[in-house]
């Protein structure tokens, strides 16, 4: 799995093809998922040494050995996930997978982080994200509420994971402070448990030293993303003396639990499925509340999807998930983490800038972003220069256009700011290349793809990023001046940014590739240049060469933006202890903004209007979530019949669902899963009737309805008003969609459905394929 600093379900399509036949991993380590435990009552030792047992038996009668069986299985899912991870050959996996009991069998796969890095909650009150001192107060901060988080572990010695002023642990709590080989490594009050999981990277890496024996975070992204979701108050916090401000997660006052489940990457892959399922196993049995997961793969079947399966048997215990979609855009279809029983979170930007100017000769000023910890002697120009200029003999136009190491000639390159092209290798490292080539500053240009999209890296010289359009002007200067020249400005902390918020254009985007019915990402947050706690071992740049240490970082991605959705989970599990994780994401979605702060649509990162497949339902407001007058809700049985629907077999679904469940007859649409948005994803007739239903969580009230209706579609609403006269009392209602005659293009098309009564506005998108 990739980390979401940017797992998988089985549609109809899908039911034809084996992942096992699909797919001969090298690694030849799989998962055998039996779906859910018949556990009654507490789960003990010896209910889940009895399934151990059963688990080797199970693989014994395959193998003919039970001493063979027990040496393969490396975990032994044995308290809410019922399943083992175990070294196999193709062919075994391929005849388990024929079993009766067996729900699925999987390759361990790898995941990733969804963060940018250097490659392709600080400073909050000067941002839309922020829960006002009023609703913070009303949700008590957080208090109590434990929230998980699967990643790289986490700095224990950070402020952020302070416990001053918190109380004893809360008596529900069943984790561990997993520190036994690690004596550095500290829980307390806030950081009130801590595990790490390797077998599964283990087995596709080869044997681990000591240095693995701990859930200390030794990446920096852990830290970063469970501080972001639940970091406590911590004043005077900066990066190279930008953005100051007080660092605080969402839920500041919840205690917060790190679940290790990334690891250093090879050939690029640093997380699996196994340890992912081990962690979701484990976190739901400690008494998790929120899981956070900044990580995943492409989207897949559900049923072989690690973070699919582990948060659907989150959901089934009212374990709200939060996942990041996936920093693979601006491709349309790439969003990950698409399940509906997932809070799914794209990327977009807030309303500050770390800001450093490109000054050219000519008198011009571009404005770039930069945290660059070295500067420019002040006004002090220098020659500047296409890298391709200044290309190592041996080296190809393309790299030294990227600025690869060794790509560059000092004899060229020496006093000069030389100009890189963006993409391929890391922004820190290109930097890296005109210093190692005696180049005095860089500017780092996009390209078309890119757009306005800026991120601000604390490059190792003075250096910063423009605009695909402004670096067109510059690329225009060089080229039609004698003796081009320019200047950097040190970087400097700008607020009120507009427009703002804009989406990302690593953000990956729908439609789902596996449940188009469903939209994803469910909403956005805010996901570049995000300040939060990092770790004392490496550098912010994560490079061996940068021998810099933060204390706190600014990091993009769509991990970035998922704990920003976590931590309201986290104040909205605080405040209605009794809401559904459906119901949350419900109230999330349903008050978010599709409109920036000029104010104007939300724009992509190449100034054109963004779609709900770029940002959900919209960008966050927490301020509105925690009173959105109406929820829709959803359960397991709802989700277990949205399976049906896809086309999974009655037996398939009574051995996930762990208790026999039966689908309803006939099956229930797909696009009639009680979502808070709605999703046609082929309107082939010339209509088609939903039904979708909304409980009352506000006063009595009598609310209307106001369509948009999309672009050669009309939409009809019966009834039109809906009057509510108790909290927890339920409406139900129809939308016809009817397709309008005429020429219109055969794609997506989209409006939006608002139920309000003055004070609240419940606002579902609306997303039609013609």
């Known amino acids: 799995m990739k980390l979401f600093f940017l797992p998988s379900l089985l549609v109809l399509l899908h039911l034809a093809s084996n992942p096992i036949l699909a797919s001969k991993d090298s690694s030849s380590s799989y998962v055998v998922y039996f779906g859910a435990h018949s556990h009654v009552g507490e789960i003990t030792e010896d209910a889940m040494d009895r399934v151990k047992e059963t688990h080797y038996d199970f693989l014994g009668s395959f193998t003919g050995s039970l001493e063979k069986a027990t040496n393969d299985i490396f975990y032994s899912y044995t308290k809410h996930i019922n399943g083992f991870a175990a070294h196999l050959d193709h062919d075994l996996a391929y005849a388990i997978s024929k079993h009766p009991e067996v729900v699925s069998v999987f390759p361990n796969k790898a995941l990733k982080l969804h963060t940018t890095r250097s490659w392709d909650f600080l400073g909050l009150e000067h941002n839309s994200y922020v829960p006002s001192s009023s609703i913070w107060k009303k949700a008590r901060f957080g208090e109590d509420t434990i929230i998980a988080n699967l990643d790289t572990g986490v700095w224990p010695e950070s402020k952020s994971f302070r416990d001053e002023g918190l109380g004893p642990i809360p008596s529900r709590w069943k984790g561990i402070c997993q520190n036994q080989k690690d004596a550095t490594f500290h829980c307390n009050r806030k950081l009130i448990g801590a595990r790490y999981f390797h077998k599964g990277y283990a087995a596709a890496v080869g044997p681990l030293n000591s240095t693995f024996e701990s859930p200390r975070d030794l990446d920096g992204h852990g830290s970063h993303t469970l501080s972001t979701a639940a970091g406590a108050f911590v004043p005077g916090v900066s990066v190279f003396s930008q953005g100051n401000g007080t660092a605080k997660g969402g839920s500041p006052r919840a205690r917060v639990a790190a679940y290790k489940v990334c690891w250093p990457p090879v050939k690029g892959n640093e997380c699996y499925d196994a340890d992912v399922l081990a962690a979701f196993d484990a976190a739901i049995h400690d008494g998790a509340d929120v899981i956070s997961v900044s990580l995943g793969g492409e989207a897949t079947s559900f049923f072989n999807d690690s973070v699919a399966i582990g948060s659907f048997h989150a959901a089934k215990k009212r374990i709200v998930v939060v996942c990041s979609a996936g920093n693979s855009g601006p491709v349309d279809g790439s969003v990950s983490n698409v399940a509906p029983w997932q809070i799914t979170v794209g990327a977009s930007t807030m309303d500050r800038v770390f800001a450093s100017n490109l000054v050219l000769g000519n008198g011009k000023h571009y404005k770039g972003q930069s945290l660059s910890s070295t500067v420019l002697p002040h006004a002090k120009f220098y020659p500047i220069m296409s890298s391709i200029r200044a290309k190592a003999k041996n080296a190809s136009a393309l790299d030294a256009q990227l600025c690869k190491i060794g790509s560059l000639d000092p004899k060229k390159a020496k006093g000069k700011i030389l100009v890189c092209l963006r993409g391929q290798n890391g922004r820190v490292e290109k930097g890296r290349a005109v210093a190692l080539a005696g ?20 490059h190792v010289l003075p250096a910063t990023q423009l605009t695909s359009t402004d670096s067109l002007a510059v690329s225009r200067y060089i080229s039609q001046t004698k003796n081009p020249i320019a200047h950097i400005t040190p970087s400097r902390t700008d607020l009120g940014l507009k427009p703002a918020p804009v989406m990302a254009s690593f953000s990956s985007k729908g439609p789902s590739t596996v449940a188009p019915e469903i939209l994803k990402p469910d909403i956005t947050a805010p996901g570049v240049s995000v300040i939060a706690a990092y770790t004392g071992a490496v550098s912010p740049t994560n490079e061996q060469f940068d021998p810099r240490r933060l204390l706190y970082n600014a990091v993009s991605g769509t991990s970035m933006s998922c704990p920003h959705v976590s931590g309201i989970a986290g104040l909205l599990k605080t405040r209605y202890p009794s809401w559904s994780p459906a119901a949350i994401r419900s109230a999330i979605m349903t008050t978010a903004t599709t409109m920036d702060d000029i104010p104007g649509p939300i724009q992509n990162a190449t100034n054109m209007k963004a779609t709900p497949f770029s940002f959900g339902a919209g960008h966050v407001q927490p301020n509105l979530a925690v009173n959105p007058g109406l929820v829709y809700d ?97 409406k139900t209602f129809k939308v016809t969609l009817v397709k309008v005659k005429g020429n219109v293009a055969k794609d997506y098309v989209f409006g939006e459905l608002v139920w309000s009564d003055k004070k609240h506005r419940v606002r579902s998108p609306i997303v039609v394929k013609l």
Do not use: H, W
Request: aromatic residues 8%; proline residues 6%.
């Open 634 to 730: 959803s359960g397991v049985k709802d989700y277990l019949n949205f399976l049906c629907s896809l086309g999974y077999n009655a037996s398939q679904i009574a051995v996930f669902s762990g208790n026999n469940f039966t689908c309803s007859s006939p099956k229930t649409s797909l696009v009639n899963l009680n979502y808070p948005s709605i999703t046609v994803p082929n309107l082939t007739s010339s209509k088609i009737t939903i039904s979708r239903t909304v409980k009352n969580v506000g006063r009595p009230s009598t609310y209307t309805v106001r369509v948009t209706n999309p672009q050669g579609v009309y939409v009809a609403v019966k009834p039109t008003s809906l009057n509510f006269t108790k909290v927890g009392e339920q």
């Open 439 to 458: 180049g005095v500053g860089m500017v780092l240009e996009n390209t078309n793809v890119t757009g306005n999209d800026l991120i601000a890296d604390p």
